[in-house]
């Protein structure tokens, strides 16, 4: 019996990460060099939204080259990325996905995101298969915050997006430390501002730009409970020791002691919702807390930590391939309501294989950031860390072509498909 | 009659830049090329605080390899900068500079900065012949900022360090604008601070991402005048275009308006006091200016766009060398009080040359950015502006070798001079 070739949507939730791309890229040329089974490729552009509004890029239109090129295009302006999710109590939104699917021949859905995305994959999956829709769905892992899976290591080993954002952080601390170096004694303190509000790995990273401990390095998670006086005191013991001080700080911090601090001066500029870590950090040492000459300043990274390219990880950018090569052979042995995975060989020398794992216990799972890698002060990260870490970042840099000085990344053909269906509102934008 | 052969201070002041080191290398592989005319080389640690505190880093002592590394080593960490300024009213500091000098047989003296610099070693020069210390003092140009010289560019083309600025602000936007474009419609502007309080040539850089406008790109430099409101409109315009949008401003920016702004709220977040530029834009548009869902959000480079060596710009690399070597090059011709300069060559194809220009009137002059370079909206550049610019981000990336994946910057050993001289306390820290 010969299966009949089906069409696929692969499609991005969430924020994006440097080697996003790569996954797509794995994706589109797994399914090329299998014409028996896949169809058309197309991708919900930006994401969920873009089913629901029946808005697919035709991938399959798209030349080798520039297909080729989204392994050095960092984000997701490629096919775009959203926010919007399926909502439970949004049924309307559910059935038009599966009624979007169904008036394109969709066979395959992919997903790729973190566990939210898992979740809903898998609600995707489930609905399909009640309205007699024939649908492998997978899903895709992705998140620079490291935030996926389990806390054991044993669903996935880290996240594709995490080892480039390591790597960007770890590059700029190296660079950091010749600025904080020579601008001291003016400038002693300089804080950095990490992603990762829930969950610390980010700013964990910036210890591997200094495995040996000989920066005068100081890197708080939001897992530390580290408050504001406290903060202030380990920089200034940092500064009567080195003379200057790093730190990098977790946009998750919670400074326990602001509403003291906005008490005691009078004025709502600490409050939270208008300030970042890093500013409340520098404001407090600039006019109460530094005890040296000169001042602190800060750093604010923002999105640049996902969409730097040149400093993303050649392992990450292999991984991510993979992993959407994974999730597409998946797709085509019909093994639905999973997730590809990521897992680590033992043995000394670094090695991934690539597994697949229930969508459902990855959607119900929550990694943290294992305790025992903070160290007791709560100012720095352990060795076990560096060692887990490490090989995630790579050794080179990887090439990202130039044209007439600037990146050259992929540009894809704005080619949707037809539209078959009336228009659609999603639920909550009514 | 043979001279004798003396030694050489450098030292630098202010803010760094990715290339400063180039300089440097510059300056200290041409040193050794003329053993009979320079003997030690050192470098006044931490600029001119380390010569009036008698630290004086041996420079002679490093080996080629170090030395050769400082090209790829950014920013100011290697022998360090500083903010000190020497007063005219004090002069207990500039005679002991003199004091220093003499103690150490320094022969040469030539300091990396901008115009007030220029001024300072001028003022040192005048000083030392007045005390019967025959010096040679020699300015050595750097800034980020490209304010040093004129606005005719008579003097100096451009600054080194402004090249590697501007690649970066162009290499980061064009990554931004795949984020933006991958993240709109749920973060529809991304708004990003650039450096260079007094003028914009560093905002302007933003331009080089997108000569030919194709991004939904506005660039809003200091000299616009543009106010908050304002600027809300041309942002809401571009969502209406474009359903995104690309905001560049100057952290020189005046806001006018925040005034009004904080009395309406009734609360001082909007105070320019303690909030960026980059800050009060995306507040104001979060709370009130946003025609369009989702939310605005903002990046703040900081120092990055000084350190981030990977993006400096080769043009840049090779320019700041080559002016270090000039500077040496002149102290050995004996021209003191002069510059080292870098002028742009006539023709279709980009060239320099590089030459020297008095100190006092590089001190006496002012750089501004050129209004007819600011398009009439107050929104972008002009393409005149591109073709000044262009040239110096080049064409590649920048070789920063990498050890243990890392940048492996240079690592000068801390060899100093045996100090002569009694302790002494800068005038400004008593």
Chains 1, 2 share one sequence.
Not at 276 to 287: G, P, S
Not at 296 to 306: D, E, V
Not at 379 to 407: H, K, Q
């Amino acid at each position: 019996m010969v299966a009949k070739k089906r069409n696929l949507v692969v499609a991005q939730s969430g924020g994006p990460t440097p080697v996003i791309n790569c996954s797509l890229r794995g994706v589109v040329e797994t399914c090329r060099q299998m014409p028996d089974v896949f169809g058309t490729v197309f991708a919900g552009y930006h994401g969920i939204e873009g089913v629901l509004q029946e808005a697919l890029l035709d991938l399959s239109a798209q030349s080798a080259d520039e297909i080729a090129l989204l392994s050095v295009t960092p984000s997701a302006g490629a096919i775009g990325s959203c926010r919007y999710k399926l909502r439970e109590a949004n049924t309307e939104d559910f059935e038009r996905v599966i009624d979007v699917l169904k008036a394109h021949d969709v066979g395959y859905f992919l997903y790729n995101g973190g566990n939210d995305s898992m979740d809903t994959a898998n609600k995707v999956a489930q609905l399909a298969q009640e309205r007699g829709l024939d649908l492998v769905a997978v899903g895709v892992p992705k998140t620079i915050d490291n935030d996926v899976g389990d806390s054991a290591f044993q669903l996935i080993d880290h996240t594709p997006g995490y080892g480039s954002v390591a790597r960007y952080w770890a590059t700029m601390v190296a660079g950091a430390n010749e600025e904080n170096r020579g601008a001291s004694p003016s400038d002693p303190v300089l804080v950095m501002q990490a992603m990762g509000r829930r969950i610390g790995y980010i700013p964990a990273a910036a210890r591997l730009a200094d495995p040996d401990r000989e920066m005068p390095l100081l890197i708080v998670l939001a897992e530390s409970g580290m408050g504001l006086a406290e903060l202030a005191d380990r920089i200034n013991d940092m500064l009567r020791q080195r003379g200057r001080a790093l730190v990098v700080v977790s946009e998750g911090l919670k400074l326990g002691d602001l509403g003291e601090l906005a008490d005691s001066f009078g004025h709502t500029q600490f409050s939270s919702s208008k300030t970042t870590v890093a500013q409340t950090v520098v404001n407090y040492l600039n006019e109460v807390g530094l005890q040296a000459r000169g001042a602190a300043r800060y750093n604010l990274s923002g999105t640049h930590q996902r969409h730097d390219m040149i400093t993303a990880s050649t392992v990450d950018q292999a991984e991510a391939y993979a992993v959407g090569r994974k999730a597409a052979l998946m797709a085509a042995e019909g093994q639905s309501g999973y997730m590809a995975t990521i897992l680590r060989d033992e043995g000394p020398i670094y090695g991934v294989h690539y597994d697949s794992v229930p969508l459902e216990q990855v959607a119900n799972s929550e990694r943290v950031f294992p305790a025992e890698w903070i160290t007791a002060d709560g100012t720095d990260v352990s060795d076990a860390f560096v060692r887990y870490a490490r090989p995630l970042i790579g050794e080179d840099w990887p090439s990202v072509p130039l044209v007439n000085g600037m990146p050259r990344f992929a540009r894809l053909e704005q080619r949707f498909a037809d539209r078959m269906l009336p228009g659609y509102v999603p639920q909550a934008y009514r």
